[in-house]
């Protein structure tokens, strides 16, 4: 059966389990929405911030013992925890976990602006 996602930050806490660190701005952008998504059978949540093309994403899901697809990407440093980082010209992915729980921040901005998004949920 298909569930509605849960809207808004504490709503989506409660359908991933975890807590959902949603900040009201983040790298200079306002916060967008917040949401409950299904990733297959991981619950996940997703907060955006800005808006159009230039919006960044933040997808949090419980961590796992299974490796991560994107383990295989190049090493980096987000508040002095082992994450991965991948830099393109279209855009920016840099994922960590810590506490249990893996950060995915991903946008169309520069390699800085986004890791300036992850140090500062770090």
Not at 29 to 34: I, K
């Given at each position: 059966a298909h569930a509605a996602p849960a809207i808004g930050a504490a709503a989506a806490a409660q359908a991933v389990g975890i807590?959902?660190?949603a900040p009201s701005t983040l790298a200079g952008?306002?916060?967008?929405?917040?949401r409950s998504v299904d990733?297959?059978?991981?619950?996940?949540?997703l907060v955006t911030y800005g808006r159009g093309l230039g919006t960044i994403?933040?997808?949090?899901?419980?961590?796992?013992?299974?490796?991560s697809p994107l383990s295989a990407l190049p090493s980096a440093s987000i508040a002095g925890m082992k994450g991965r980082e991948l830099d393109t010209t279209?855009?920016?992915l840099v994922q960590w976990s810590r506490g249990g729980v893996t950060y995915t921040v991903v946008g169309s901005q520069s390699p800085a602006r986004i890791m300036t998004a992850?140090?500062?949920?770090?």
């Open positions: 807590k959902v660190a952008f306002p916060q967008g929405e917040v990733l297959g059978s991981h619950p996940a949540a994403f933040v997808l949090e899901q419980r961590g796992t013992a299974a490796k279209l855009g920016s992850a140090q500062s949920l770090a």
